[in-house]
């Protein structure tokens, strides 16, 4: 099945600094793929969704240049947290999403493992 | 408003028994409905979804889904429960026309021995 992957599993980084997550597909081209961030006992929050060659779209709230977001080539997404803080601590999911065969009428969506980020 | 909602944060159910947990959701046209498990500091893990075709759906682990439309609802079932199946679980649904997939609050399972 279609694997998706992200790297580091996890970092921890100091107050200030900023610190990249890549996300890949890798044995199937994903020409979109999405971003959440996932806090501590609550659900998925999307925060942007990223389609190959183009500029990447935000959800209403999130700041897009602090979270900076690449999508250079069919097989990888990245999220860069730009000075990042505390607060910014959280996991954070990518998903990928493949192109149909056969005609099927939806997407499939996968799920990286996530990138679990302490900001100290 | 276009959502979907679990309306239980925890269920608790003793192995061997059944489970439900439940996913209503609010939308007009046909909705893609979806179901995900995710185990401690994880992804989301695919079980099960619903496009369209018959109402009850089989997925993964033993897991199945039942699509009510009249009721707007997409239970996720398991005749006999797993200690292993304890996780959380996540009910999601694509409207048609957008590309996202919008999530549930979330229900933690938890399977007693």
């Known amino acids: 099945g279609a694997v998706v992957s992200q790297h580091p599993s996890w970092v921890i980084c100091k107050s200030g600094t900023s610190v990249k997550i890549e996300c890949r597909s890798l044995d199937f081209q994903a020409t979109t793929m999405f971003w959440y961030r996932q806090f501590p006992k609550q659900s998925l929050m999307l925060m942007a969704t990223s389609n190959e060659g183009s500029k990447a779209t935000y959800e209403q709230g999130v700041e897009k240049d602090k979270f900076l977001i690449n999508h250079a080539s069919l097989t990888l997404s990245t999220l860069t947290v730009t000075s990042a803080h505390p607060e910014d601590s959280s996991f954070y999911i990518c998903?990928?999403?493949?192109?149909?065969?056969?005609?099927?009428?939806?997407?499939?969506?996968?799920f990286g493992p996530g990138t679990r980020l302490t900001v100290t | 408003a276009q959502s979907v909602a679990q309306p239980e944060d925890q269920v608790n159910v003793a192995e061997g028994n059944p489970l439900t947990v439940k996913c209503t959701y609010s939308?007009?046209?046909?909705?893609?409905l979806f179901w995900y498990v995710q185990y401690p500091n994880r992804g989301l893990q695919f079980l099960l979804k619903?496009?369209?075709?018959?109402?009850l759906v089989k997925g993964s682990y033993g897991f199945e889904a039942e699509f009510n439309k009249s009721q707007t609802s997409f239970h996720l079932k398991k005749p006999s429960a797993l200690v292993s199946d304890s996780a959380l679980y996540f009910c999601?649904?694509?409207?048609?026309?957008?590309?996202?997939?919008?999530f549930g609050q979330g229900t933690r399972l938890t399977i007693n021995p």
């Open positions: 998903s990928a999403r493949e192109r149909p065969s056969g005609g099927a009428a939806v997407w499939e969506q996968y």
């Open positions: 999601a649904v694509k409207f048609q026309g957008a590309q996202k997939l919008v």
């Open positions: 619903y496009i369209t075709g018959d109402n």
């Open positions: 939308v007009s046209g046909n909705p893609y």
